[in-house]
């Protein structure tokens, strides 16, 4: 599982702290992705870079904020979170986002957990 | 428009005996799909996908699936379970944009 890192894997934090969670990939990908993944739920996506840029932002409110530096960094910049916001925080990324065919390569996830 | 419905949140099996983990889809045009298992407390691990070629698709660990356009179903089956499969398994249908559409997934249990 060395080809997307995820830190940390585990985060408690309270509603009025800031944190940010970090993704990495390994694999000369040009596309990034943020999920969150709650119980019961399916995988719903956060947010989509390609080539360092965001191309989507599904409805996220704006206590998550992402940043992606450069093709191989993706970060998550979370504040005053409340506690429906624990989840497990899943970051991906795939050759393009154009296509259709590419799979994505999930890293192993951040357990938020929002005291 | 794309989705992904899973028919069964949950299956259990013997261990040995054949598993069969169901899947249907929408689509508006040829889809890609995959399947994707998730062993507790990690990420997302891809099992195979198909992408318009070859139906029946062979994966890692014994698990294959087959699409049927007819149906549009792609089920993921295995011929003989074993404990190590215990996992939650996803169905995923991609679109044009490569975005991905989950379905709710199904838990696995392998009873020894």
Redesign the interface.
Same mark, same amino acid.
Not at chain 2, 95 to 105: A, E, R, S
């Given at each position: 599982e060395t080809g997307v890192t995820q830190t940390p894997r585990h985060l408690v934090m309270g509603m009025t702290n800031k944190k940010s969670l970090k993704c990495e990939q390994h694999l000369g990908h040009n596309a990034m992705y943020w999920y969150k993944q709650s119980a019961k739920k399916p995988l719903e996506l956060m947010f989509v870079y390609s080539l360092e840029e965001r191309v989507e932002n599904n409805s996220v409110p704006s206590r998550f904020s992402p940043e992606c530096p450069n093709s191989s960094h993706l970060f998550l910049h979370l504040h005053t979170l409340q506690p429906e916001d624990s989840a497990l925080y899943l970051c991906a990324s795939s050759q393009s986002k154009a296509g259709g065919t590419d799979t994505q390569y999930f890293g192993p996830g951040t357990r938020l957990t929002v005291l | 428009a794309q989705s992904v419905t899973q028919l069964d949140s949950h299956v259990s099996v013997s261990e040995g005996t054949p598993v069969l983990l169901r899947c249907n889809y929408s689509s508006s045009y040829s889809?890609?799909l %995959?399947w +994707?298992v998730q062993h507790p #407390? =990690? /990420? !997302?691990?891809?099992l195979l =996908?198909y @992408?318009s070629a070859a139906t029946l698709v062979k994966g890692i660990n014994g698990f294959e699936a087959e699409f049927k356009k007819s149906e549009t179903s792609f089920h993921l089956t295995k011929p003989s379970a074993h404990m190590s499969d215990a996992a939650e398994y %996803?169905c995923v249908v991609?679109? !044009? /944009? #490569?975005? %991905? +559409? %989950? &379905? @709710? &997934?199904t838990s696995l249990t392998v009873i020894p």
């Open positions: - | 889809p890609s %995959f +994707y #407390n =990690k /990420g !997302l691990q891809l =996908k @992408t %996803f991609s679109d !044009l /944009g #490569n975005q %991905f +559409y %989950f &379905g @709710t &997934g």
